[in-house]
């Protein structure tokens, strides 16, 4: 049984009709859907056991500090993080890297170098162009070659003494290359770089061992994977994250407060200031139970054939290009394409009309459409539960699109 | 029913337009012009105009952009051309559906107007 035909019958949205067809759901990276589980933890969480966390002094205090604090440790063994302590929750993969660059831009000086990449999300730029402000920090990029690859002999040129961060993705969301962090963090650490990765497209299909990439920060978002939005979650490694301030301050993150100074709280509540999105953990926690039990390497094997076959399909439409890595390099569940003479948002639109969601459009990357020479693309993403067939409606409706308007 | 409902989003006029725009190209010696994008899909109109005795002499638009805001440059620029400064100036975005005819959808109602804005960005004084 494939893992579509296994997963299809828990997410009850895929019931839908969406102009009068089957909803075919092709964009999951932008944001998964849920299955069951994850629903009904989060209303059973709210119908028997919420609270506040952390202070209440009662049962139900005690009950949602426990199912908070327990997703901490879910989360700890799927990334393979040595400690819970190096798993901060965060609102999502743009608040954990808005809170990673506040805090370390506070530690940079004129002349020190931020190194991105060309294929990063707006999310993984602005927050760097902030840190950079006013402190004369020089913001480099690393360039994309034409196969939808990094450039390393740039990034070697690219990469020395006065680098201070390397922050760049671990799949790209527009073209699905998954980027060699491991050997790139390795070479950042020894010009005594931090790196930090957005790993928004990876951690909802990849199995991941943070030990083993080597990065400093590894932040990523659960409505991305199965899970509820407005948790997300900050990897730091722990002599990392104990080397930065926190920056934002409130209740929960710290120990003794006096009207002008305070004490920090330990990690990982440091960096938690206020009441923490209790039902989304808890949500999140399901969520994770349901990808482990599929298996990481089955999702990720699911997907890898799942783009494989739409790069194969959509390259044989006539006026259709299909963006990224090569058909034989692996890439992430994302296939970016656009149709000659169509503007992606019309592809979209044109696309919906037959049920069919993809995403269009510059995908919070401008500067590597700018790269590609493109307004915008559109994209299909997928997950667990989408099907071989899904991909066969998609080129279908697109084959016919080109008359359409 | 009406009729924009009935056309559904892609009506025959933005079809027509995107196809075949009748105000699409540059404008040598143009007195007036601006420019936007749509942050939402980087979508880019420029308008150019040339402005002669208090009227809007004549209109061309180039950019990059969906066959919506195509279509809605496209009637904007005719809309606008041949009228007194004042009176296109105050062109709005309900002027050029009427002539689109088209169920925009709310996700979509920036595509019409952003050309809108850009004209009055154009004609500010």
Sequence with gaps: MTLDEKTRGDFPILDRIVNGHRLVYLDSAASSQRPRTVIEAMSQYYATSHANVHRSIHTLGEEATALYEAARDRVQRFIGATSREEVVFTRGTTDGLNLVADALGRTLRPGDEILLTDMEHHSNIIPWQMAARDRGVVIRSVPVTAAGQLDLAAFERLLGPRTRVLALAHVSNVLGTINPVAALSAQARRVGAVTVVDGAQAAPHLPLDIAALGCDFYVFSSHKMLGPTGIGILWGRRAALEALEPTRGGGEMIKEVWIDRARWNDLPWRFEPGTPPIAEAVGLHAAIEYLEKLGMEHVAEHERALARQTVEVLRAIPGVTVYGPPADVDRGAVVSFSVEGLHPHDVAALLDQEGVAVRAGHHCAQPLMRCLGLTGTARASFSVYTSPEDVSILAHALAALRTQL | ?125
Excluded: H
């Design chain 2, 1 to 125: 029913v009406t009729a924009a409902a009935r056309a559904g989003l892609y009506s025959d006029t933005i079809r027509e337009r995107w196809r075949q725009p009748r105000y699409r190209g540059e404008l040598p010696g143009a007195t007036a012009q601006a420019e936007d994008v749509n942050p939402l899909c980087g979508d880019r109109v420029r308008l150019m105009l040339s402005l002669r005795d208090g009227a809007v002499d004549a209109v061309r638009f180039t950019g990059d952009s969906c066959a919506i805001c195509t279509a809605s440059a496209d009637v904007t620029a005719e809309l606008a051309e041949g009228r007194p400064v004042a009176e296109a100036a105050r062109l709005t975005t309900e002027d050029v559906l009427a002539v689109l005819q088209a169920d925009i959808r709310p996700t979509r109602m920036r595509c019409v107007t952003l050309p809108v804005s850009v004209l009055q960005k154009a004609l500010a004084p």
